[in-house]
T-cell receptor
Framework: KNEVEQSPQNLTAQEGEFITINCSYS?????LHWLQQHPGGGIVSLFM???GKKKHGRLIATINIQEKHSSLHITASHPRDSAVYIC?????????????FGTGTRLKVLA | GAGVSQSPRYKVTKRGQDVALRCDPI?????LYWYRQALGQGPEFLTY????????KSGLPNDRFSAERPEGSISTLTIQRTEQRDSAMYRC??????????????FGQGTRLTVV
């Protein structure tokens, strides 16, 4: 069992749909990072959070520390949102430098 | 530099050859990480440097893999006697510091290594 699990693994949506990607982890963490991997391979940071909720444009990330669960929401999805979304966690000290990654959710938004 | 720079972007090598992958982190970033990403998988930790000190190499798969960061800036990941199973995307990341829950890492574009 992976320490960080994402669901769904693949997701196809129509433009304008509300999208939710889930991330569950099995141990206590100090922070969780949502990343976007473009088709060309580059990785871009979206959010880093340890509690509550963060919003940036059409993206919203939430985390529930007690339930060891985070969600990434995309409102009014657009074809340019098509990418792989990766959840990564950081452990408490002394391992806080190391990310443990989920396998990613491949999102395709159709026009 | 403006971002983490890796070179080469693509490397095709014959089995048994040695390869060296380079990472140039964001200027001033103390911490540097190497990850390996197989197709369809999330990245996996290889090794971590704080300045020039290699503080964790627990993710290096075997002794054919080594990494150095002699002056605390540019890092080189070397794979000796490459094997086909070494084929993957090798990613470098850097951060201002390593320790701390909210220290964000910035990733390079990666080097896609193919061993034929």
């Amino acid at each position: 069992k992976n320490e960080v699990e994402q669901s769904p693994q693949n997701l196809t949506a129509q433009e304008g749909e509300f999208i939710t990607i889930n991330c569950s982890y099995s141990v206590g963490i100090s922070a969780l990072h949502w990343l976007q991997q473009h088709p060309g391979g580059g990785i871009v940071s979206l959010f880093m959070l340890s509690s509550g909720k963060k919003k940036h444009g059409r993206l919203i990330a939430t985390i529930n520390i007690q339930e060891k669960h985070s969600s990434l929401h995309i409102t009014a999805s657009h074809p340019r949102d098509s990418a792989v979304y990766i959840c990564a966690v950081k452990y408490p000290p002394p391992g806080t430098y190391k990310y443990i990654f989920g396998t990613g959710t491949r999102l395709k938004v159709l026009a | 530099g403006a971002g983490v720079s890796q070179s080469p972007r693509y490397k095709v090598t014959k089995r048994g050859q040695d390869v060296a992958l380079r990472c140039d982190p964001i200027s001033g970033h103390v911490s540097l990480y190497w990850y390996r990403q197989a197709l369809g998988q999330g990245p996996e930790f290889l090794t971590y440097f704080n300045y020039e000190a290699q503080q964790d190499k627990s993710g290096l798969p075997n002794d054919r893999f080594s990494a150095e960061r002699p002056e605390g800036s540019i890092s080189t990941l070397t794979i000796q006697r490459t094997e086909q199973r070494d084929s993957a995307m090798y990613r470098c990341a850097s951060s201002r510091t390593g320790v701390g829950w909210n220290t964000e890492a910035f990733f390079g574009q990666g080097t896609r290594l193919t061993v034929v």
